[in-house]
């Protein structure tokens, strides 16, 4: 268990407990229950001594999230900000440089950031995609329009829910009639076989490296 607390000598100590001092300057206490934490923000603050830059970067995502999002980027931007000189502060600045806003899904970030260091373009995320007469078709995972790519992770919902795996077919069919070409991507599948797939598609499309 890891207790904090904002005067030195009330530091916890014991089996099993780390205690941590943090200053209430940098840190904003919210209630959950009737036990007293720190913000989803500042807590992602703080675990930036403890996790890795993935590990940052993919809870950073969750906390700008698309549905019902705990957090905006400029509060993280400003969370960031506070904590310069700190122990932590490198390995959050590097990873809110790859924190992108309207994610689903921590397998999405783990996607897109293979993409990218691939050395592939960036795919934008979650994209609202329209068809030619201007209407709304789909929500993209993760899609480039200049070459009308699209890119869905299909996690174990898409695969042992029924209605959600006809959904799919339905909603994936009016893009690809688009002319959208549509990579599906699941656990399944190989890195180095999703970025050959990835790669192929965009040299098909006109991109050039």
Same mark, same amino acid.
């Given at each position: 268990? $890891? /207790?904090?607390? &904002? @005067?030195?000598?009330?530091?916890?100590?014991?089996?099993?407990?780390?205690?941590?001092?943090?200053?209430? $300057?940098?840190?904003?206490?919210? #209630? @959950?229950?009737?036990? #007293?934490?720190? #913000?989803?923000?500042?807590?992602? /603050?703080?675990? &930036?001594?403890?996790?890795?830059?993935?590990? =940052?970067? %993919?809870?950073?995502?969750?906390?700008?999230?698309?549905?019902?999002?705990?957090?905006?980027?400029?509060?993280?931007?400003?969370?960031?900000?506070?904590?310069?000189? =700190?122990?932590?502060?490198?390995?959050? *600045?590097?990873?809110?440089?790859?924190?992108?806003?309207?994610?689903?899904?921590?397998?999405?970030?783990?996607?897109?950031?293979? %993409?990218?260091?691939?050395?592939?373009?960036?795919?934008?995320?979650?994209?609202?995609?329209?068809?030619?007469?201007?209407?709304?078709?789909?929500?993209?995972? =993760?899609? +480039?329009?200049? +070459?009308?790519?699209? %890119?869905? +992770?299909?996690?174990?919902?898409?695969?042992?829910?029924?209605?959600?795996?006809?959904?799919?077919?339905?909603? =994936?069919?009016?893009?690809?009639?688009?002319?959208?070409?549509?990579? *599906? @991507?699941?656990? &399944?599948?190989?890195?180095?076989?999703?970025?050959?797939? %990835?790669?192929?598609?965009?040299?098909?499309?006109?991109?050039?490296?």
């Amino acid at each position: 268990m $890891d /207790v904090g607390t &904002s @005067v030195r000598t009330s530091r916890r100590t014991g089996k099993g407990v780390r205690g941590h001092l943090i200053p209430l $300057d940098r840190v904003r206490i919210v #209630s @959950v229950g009737h036990v #007293s934490v720190a #913000s989803e923000v500042d807590a992602w /603050v703080q675990l &930036s001594t403890v996790l890795t830059l993935d590990e =940052l970067i %993919i809870l950073g995502d969750s906390l700008v999230r698309r549905q019902r999002p705990p957090a905006t980027m400029a509060e993280l931007q400003s969370a960031v900000a506070r904590q310069a000189g =700190l122990p932590g502060a490198r390995r959050l *600045r590097e990873a809110l440089a790859q924190v992108r806003a309207r994610t689903d899904s921590p397998k999405e970030t783990v996607l897109r950031l293979l %993409i990218v260091r691939a050395g592939l373009p960036e795919p934008e995320v979650n994209l609202t995609l329209l068809n030619r007469y201007g209407a709304f078709m789909a929500l993209g995972d =993760l899609a +480039y329009v200049r +070459y009308k790519i699209l %890119i869905e +992770y299909d996690g174990r919902q898409h695969r042992e829910d029924e209605k959600q795996f006809h959904r799919d077919i339905d909603r =994936l069919d009016e893009p690809m009639e688009e002319g959208w070409r549509v990579i *599906r @991507v699941n656990k &399944s599948h190989r890195p180095q076989a999703i970025l050959a797939r %990835i790669r192929t598609a965009l040299l098909d499309r006109g991109w050039r490296p």
